[in-house]
Every structure is written in structure tokens, then in C-alpha cells.
């Protein structure tokens, strides 16, 4: 096909150019300006070159921050995926069950996350909410505001609570589009139910799933005010994840020249493993 | 390897049925004898599906039983009555290379290893599959699939039967021929019971040695291509099959005699009863002709297909079509048609008059 030249076409993209350069780019460069310089305020910077990032790759704290953040991420994905396909699984196909699950599951997800925080907050304090004062009583020794453990169970609990529906309702939608024919040749074919789910449900599942983890795992490697308002990072800095951490640095102690290396450097991480992890699944995809 | 009885067999999606039009499925009485190559001919949504899973086990019948060799098998599931469909599209389990797909049914019944090989391998041979067994079968263009589908279906060496429910439907046109043929010749070669579910008649004519016609939810005719070509048991078999189909006439019965239009028709049985809501003549475009004498029409349109000529004309009881040799010389404006005795019937309330 003869592709027409037009260079004129260039002037359609400006607006969206504009728009990603001003909401992206141009903050992005900011970042950027004070992760190789040092500043006293006063507009007046002096060059560092490459001096934050080696501090901010051998520093202790951010290993230990980064080791928490990880740690977080594998556990929630870990509970979230399978959970969210067995939930998906049991949810009924039909009648007027559909909707109502589907609203039930859909109510957390439509939760603002701060207010997600507080709820969790009051609900697990250990002398008046519900969660905490009946753990109490229960003979459990908990408490969140002290208990590292505690503190993880948790965070962990209510990030589950907060976001599994995603991976439900992604996998709802993906066990819906399967056409009943499969169904039923596995049933004449005498396949067993976890055949039937691990050689139909889960492959058809495959695009949908992926999703579901890449959103995952970019949002829980991400978060940032759901364990603020719970945990506030503590106690001590057991709950710090990457982005309180950084909060912490950039604006608790205006670190800003490190904050800025940090930035760029987590930035670097998401991008990474999201990009490993998506050429991967498209491999996979190639080789069908 | 068993002979299937249908018998009073009833079937309805809804809870309650207040009408015919309730019932997907009604008074299905039928026998399927072991080793037949049938073929279930009906438009959509005339309940060939329903029909077809109600056999495999797929769905529960309302009313009515299912024997295999006079033994019960309604409340057995698909698995205990040992049957294999194919489905409308192909139906492939997508991780799993093309010997595992075909393996897959074997596996499941718990057959040692050396015989699953052996049998995929007969089986992959008679499809030509051979040279892909190794693939990945998602992998394969959809013909390939569904010789896979087909491929589990035959691997079971006890199947009673093996239904297809229109299993051409995505195949290129090109290639639907060759699958047909195979399927043909894969009949004469295993002689088991197939049931071939389809809405074309070139599908069903060509691979069935009985066709069963289904008309909203009834079977109305069962016979070989031939009969249901010459001897239309129920008008819709009639205008269903050729093309075109069966000119049906408004008539009336006047002591014993077909009347159309005051003018007495010779038909291939006598009249007896009367007591019809709707009384109509049939006669096939093939086994009408002009002639000197007979029912007035007026000439309005000749087509010429090729083979032959279709001609329309209009009658005062409505448009007649028939079909005359290539050759022929076709009158223009008035003339007068004469209908074959053997091959007019009479039908009452869209049945045939015996």
C-alpha cells in the first residue's frame, strides 16, 4: 500500500504532544534536574553528577525499603491471583445472581483509597474496632500500632480486601467469554473438573490474567496512601514501603537531590519488570 | 455400538408450557438404526441442537425416554453413554499439541500408554494429521481443528454414536467438499452410527442415507433423499427441499376431489376426510408441464439456470413455478399447465393425504 506524505498531519499530534509534555515529561525533567544536583533553595543548584544515585544504591535504608516492597508485592499477588480465580469460579453464570455479585464485588474497588486507610485503621485498633478489639478477645495478643506482624497481617488483609475484586472481575469476564462447547466436548471427552480448569478455564484466562497481574503488581509495588493512613509505615519503619519512604525523604527531611535519584531509580524498577514480565506472556503468544 | 430409540420424547427451556410453540422438542418418536449415516435437516432453531444433546446427555429431557439397544439410558451422563459430538466450531484444547488433544479422551478413561499411541496414530493416519501431531494445535487452520475435534471423537473405538452439529459451518467453501467426502468415506470404513446435524440440504442429501426433517420442534418426515423428494409427507419438507421447493396451492375438498379453482385435479390418492382448517395441493416444479388443456396461467418470468429453465407463472390460485428442459420452447402470455397424478398430493393442515 502507497502511503501518502503529508506533513502536514504532524499538527494533529501537537495537542496530545502538549498534553503529555506538561501532565510527563516536563515534571519527569524537574526529577531529573534535582537527581544530579544539589540545591540550598534560592534557585541557586550546584552539580553532583552521578554522587545521589551511588548513595541512594548502597544506602541500607533504601535496600531495606526495597526488600519490604517486594516482599509486599509477591505476598498480595500471591493471595490475589488465586483467590480472585477462585472467587470468579463460584461466582454463578447466570440469573439474578450475576448482578448482584458482580455489585457486591465491584464495592470495594469504587472505595477512595484514603478513606479504604481510615476504614481499616478504626476497624483494627486494638481496644475499639471491631477487628482488633475482637481479636482481643479472642485471646490474641494484637496490635497493629506495635506488632511488626501485626502491622503486615494487617496491611496484607486490607489490601486484599481492597483490590481482589479486580482480579475477580477480570477473571469473571474471562471464564464468560468461554463458549459452552468447550464445556461440554470436555464433558463427553470425560475430562475431570480440574482438567476441564486447568486445560480450558486457565488458558482462556491467560489474556485476561495477564492483566490482572501486570495492574497488580504496578499498583501494590506503587502504593502509597492506603498504608499511610493504616500504618503510617510504622511500627518503626516496618510498613515503609517504597513510595513512604520516599515521601519521607523528600519531604520529612527534604532530601531532595537523593529523593529525586530515588524517584528515577524506582521508576526504573517498575519499568523493568513490567517489561520483562509483558515480553515474556508475548513470547508465549508467539510461540502458540 | 448400539441402536438408539427416541421415544415420546419431549423437551422445553421454560419451567411451564402453555403452547406447542413452548416446546423445543415435541412427541419425538425415532429409531436410529446401529451403523446408519443420518442426517438431521431443519432451519434454525427447529431444536436439531436440543435434539442432538438430549441424545448425547448434554441436556435432560422434560418428558420421554432414550434407549440404547432397548436399554434405558436417559439419567446416564455423557461419559456413561459413550457418545461423541462434534461441534459447530472446533473444539480444541489450546496448550496441548495435536497427539495430546486426540490422547485427551483415552487419558481421561484411564487406557494404558502403548494403546492410546497406537490408536492416535490409526486415528491421526485415516485424518492426515500425521505430519502435525507434534504441533501445538492452536496452532492449526480451522479445518485442522475440527478433523482434531472429529480425530477425539474416533479415537474411542466404542462410541455408540457420533453426532455432528453443523460442523462445517467455519470451513473454507473449497475444503467443506473434502471434509464432507471424508466424513463419507470414514462412515463406510468404521461403520458407526453417525447423526449429522445441518440446515443445508446439499449437506444433508449428500451425506445421509436417511435424512430427518425437523420442523419447529416435530420431526416430520424420515426417508432417504429420494422420498422426501417425491413423496413430501408434510408441506414443509415440500418447500424445504429442492429448489425450488414444492408449489403449495389453496384447494378445496369436494367429495373426494381436489378442487382447484371449481376445476377438478387428479392427485396420487383419493380424498376421504374433510375435516381440515387448511387444505392445500402440492406438485414439485419438476413434474409439471404445459400442455393443450389444464389450469390457466399466465406466463411471467423464465430464468435459465444452465440444467434447465424455471419458469413463473401466474395462476388465479396463486404463482406456480416449474421447471422446463433448456431446450424447451416457452409459450408467451396465456397457457395451460398439467401437474403429474403420481407425483400431486393433497394435503390437509400442511400433512399429506394417504
Known sequence: MNKTINQKAWFFVIPVFVLVAFNAIIPLMTVVNYAFQETFGNNVFMWEGTRWFKQIMLSERFHASLGRQFLFTFIILFIQIPLGIAIALTMPKEGIGVPICLVLMSMPLLIPWNVVGAMWNIFALPDIGFLGYSLNALGFDYNFTQQIGDAWFTTILMDVWHWTSLVVLLSYAGLQSIQPAYYQAAEIDGASRWAVFTKIELPKMKKVLTIAILLRFMDSFMIYTEPFVLTGGGPGNATAFLSIDLVKMALGQFDLGPAAAMSLIYFFIVLLVCWVFYTLMMRNEGNQ | ?354
Open chain 2, 1 to 354: 455400538m448400539a441402536k438408539i430409540t427416541l421415544k415420546d420424547l419431549s423437551h422445553s427451556y421454560l419451567k411451564t408450557q402453555s403452547s406447542d410453540a413452548d416446546w423445543a422438542v415435541r412427541d419425538v418418536n425415532i429409531d436410529w438404526e446401529d451403523g446408519g449415516a443420518y442426517a438431521l435437516l431443519g432451519p434454525s432453531g427447529c431444536g436439531k441442537t436440543t435434539l442432538l444433546n438430549i441424545i448425547s446427555g448434554l441436556i435432560n429431557p422434560t418428558k420421554g425416554d432414550i434407549l440404547f439397544d432397548d436399554k434405558m439410558v436417559s439419567n446416564l451422563n455423557p461419559v456413561e453413554r459413550n457418545i461423541a459430538q462434534i461441534f459447530q466450531f472446533p473444539v480444541i484444547y489450546d496448550t496441548m499439541t495435536v497427539y495430546d488433544n486426540l490422547a485427551f479422551p483415552l487419558k481421561n478413561r484411564k487406557i494404558e500408554e502403548d494403546k492410546i499411541k497406537a490408536k492416535v496414530h490409526e486415528i491421526a493416519e485415516m485424518l492426515e494429521l500425521s505430519s502435525t501431531l507434534n504441533n501445538r494445535a492452536s496452532g492449526l487452520t480451522a479445518d485442522g481443528k475440527q478433523k482434531i475435534s472429529l480425530g477425539r471423537g474416533l479415537v474411542r473405538s466404542d462410541v455408540n454414536a457420533i453426532m455432528f452439529d453443523e460442523p462445517l459451518t467455519v470451513i473454507d467453501p473449497h475444503l467443506k467438499w473434502i471434509l464432507r467426502s471424508k466424513l463419507k468415506e470414514l462412515h463406510q470404513k468404521i461403520n458407526r452410527t453417525m447423526i449429522y446435524v445441518t440446515h443445508d440440504q446439499t449437506e444433508a442429501l449428500t451425506f445421509a442415507d436417511q435424512v430427518v426433517v425437523m420442523h419447529e420442534g416435530q420431526i416430520v418426515q424420515t426417508g432417504t433423499p429420494v422420498d422426501l423428494f417425491e413423496k413430501p409427507k408434510h408441506t414443509f419438507v415440500g418447500y424445504f427441499i429442492g429448489s425450488p421447493g414444492m408449489n403449495l396451492l389453496p384447494c378445496e375438498f369436494k367429495g373426494g376431489d381436489v378442487m382447484l379453482n371449481g376445476k377438478k385435479i387428479e392427485t396420487h390418492t383419493k380424498v376421504k376426510s374433510n375435516n381440515f382448517s387448511k387444505t392445500e395441493i402440492g406438485v414439485r416444479p419438476e413434474f409439471i408441464n404445459f400442455s393443450s388443456e389444464g389450469i390457466p396461467v399466465k406466463v411471467l418470468s423464465v430464468s435459465n439456470t444452465g440444467r434447465h429453465k424455471i419458469v413463473d407463472t401466474q395462476s388465479q390460485s396463486g404463482k406456480i413455478k416449474m421447471i422446463a428442459k433448456t431446450s424447451e420452447d416457452i409459450p408467451s402470455g396465456s397457457a395451460f399447465l398439467s401437474f403429474k397424478k403420481e407425483y400431486t398430493y393433497a394435503y390437509g393442515d400442511d400433512w399429506i393425504i394417504e
